[in-house]
């Protein structure tokens, strides 16, 4: 894949300038609607990162047997969650695809076959989130689907392939979160986490500034507290995502790092 094949995208063509990237601990889809500390940090980013030309993202909330890319021209506005207030499902977030974008992922993708998608849209890990990143909803976004036949090793290899798009102005975001046990959720306590839940947070952390991520691929041997933080990958292979695409002396950064409702961590990681 060269430079000249990406003509096609409308994209940056200043290849000094590399797109910072971000991991998104996203939460309650009620951030969506809520004027609260997190809406404020993603803010704090927004406000600080270059205008992309389009924004990939790999959100928690579309797994699929196979990988996929939304490849609409007007991806749909999607309320995937049950038992919240009417004012949430009424939120629309009418951001345009980038099909151009989408058929450039499915060839640049060459560890695993790739395939367009005209049905899923946008969903709440993606939009919850980028609504206040871009309220104008004038970034073309599309999403790359989670695989999930896949092992977290081929995840973090397969996000190498998309190392060029940061040179294109496409803003790649990873949505989920670190510590994600709903299982466990405590409602008494919303500003506060569980021990093990703080200790896991940290020792991801920790191995993130290290750089040891064949640590974090094999995250199913990091201890109890690991395991109870992370009962199921997909909201923790986005993360993958972003550190299979850093660079070695890529700055690394930390926001909104706080743990809430015992269980769930909203700690996100800026690249860049």
């Keep these: 894949m060269t430079l000249n094949d990406l003509s096609n995208l409308n994209l940056n063509r200043d290849n000094s300038v590399v797109m910072p990237m971000l991991f998104v601990g996203h939460g309650s889809p009620m951030n969506a609607i809520e004027e609260n500390e997190f809406v404020t940090g993603w803010r704090s980013q927004a406000a600080t990162l270059p205008r992309p030309s389009a924004i990939l993202c ?3 909330h579309w797994e699929t047997r196979g990988t996929y890319v939304t490849a609409m ?13 009417c004012e949430l499902y009424q939120v629309q977030y009418p951001a345009p695809g980038n099909p151009g974008l989408a058929n450039e992922v499915t060839k640049l993708i060459t560890g695993t076959p790739v395939f367009p998608d005209e049905k899923w849209g946008l969903d709440h890990g993606t939009w919850s989130v980028i609504k206040h990143f871009y309220p104008e909803a004038d970034i073309p976004v599309v999403q790359l689907s989670i695989n999930y036949l896949m092992s977290p090793r081929h995840h973090y290899e397969l996000a190498k392939e998309l190392a060029i798009l940061r040179s294109k102005g496409v803003l790649i975001v990873g949505s989920g979160n670190i510590v994600h046990n709903l299982r466990v959720l405590n409602w008494s306590n919303p500003n506060e986490g569980y021990d ?6 940290e020792k991801v952390k920790s191995l993130i500034l290290k750089n040891d991520y ?10 109890n507290d690991v395991k109870m933080a992370i009962p199921t990958a997909e909201h923790f292979l986005p993360l993958l995502y972003i550190l299979g695409l850093k660079k070695e002396n890529e700055e690394l950064s ?3 790092d706080k743990a809430v409702y015992g269980s769930l961590t909203m ?3 800026r690249v860049g």
Excluded: E, M, R
Aim: net charge negative.
């Design 73 to 85: 021209a007007k991806p749909q506005t999607i309320h995937d969650f049950g038992g919240f207030p």
């Design 267 to 269: 700690t996100s990681v």
């Design 58 to 60: 790999i959100s928690a």
């Design 214 to 223: 064949t640590s974090l691929i094999d995250y199913t041997s990091l201890g």
């Design 254 to 256: 930390f926001f909104n």
């Design 196 to 201: 093990w839940a703080i200790n896991a947070n």
